[in-house]
């Protein structure tokens, strides 16, 4: 019998955002985080191994890269549509993580915006539903729109 491999997006995703420290730094940029010493701090990613993963997901086009200092040369890194594409991903992975792999003594995620501007968060349920806790819409509403951080149309 032969073995044959069956074609896959998700292998072919798996081998673009796979690797370690990957898909939290995506996590990172998505969470308004742009400057590398940031991204590292954040993710605990070895600073060697975050240059690298920054220089991959630049040429596979998901991050680019700007010159925020002339002397010395920094570089803040901002996804690009396709990068951004990768949100629902991580929150999915997030969701999982909270609900499932959450320890007693361990609490969820907490999105705190970058300019520390109180975020309200609530359940949005259509009339005469309940809440149950599974599949409700997180609503993030900023008192001031204009402060950079998470912004109003940011998906994560």
Known sequence: ???????C????????VGAKWTLL???EMLLGNHRFDEIARYTGAP????????RKLESEGL????????????????????????GPIVATMREFG???LTAQADTPM?????????????KR??????????????VVELKDPAVPGIGVNDQF
Do not use: K, N, W
Not at 1 to 7: D, E, F, G, H, L
Not at 63 to 86: D, I, K, N
Not at 125 to 138: F, Q, Y
């Open 1 to 7: 019998m032969s073995s044959q491999v069956r074609p």
């Open 125 to 138: 349920i259509s009339a005469g539903e309940e809440l149950d806790g599974d599949g409700d819409e997180l």
């Open 47 to 54: 600073r060697d191994t975050l240059t690298a993963r920054l």
């Open 63 to 86: 991050v680019t890269r700007v010159q925020y200092e002339q002397r010395p040369p920094r570089f803040e890194y901002h996804l690009t549509a396709l990068g951004r594409s990768l």
């Open 110 to 122: 907490v999105l705190q915006h970058t300019a520390f501007t109180p975020l309200r968060f609530s």
């Open 9 to 16: 997006s998700v292998a072919r995703t798996l081998e673009l």
């Open 98 to 100: 909270d609900r499932h």
């Open 25 to 27: 730094v995506v996590r």
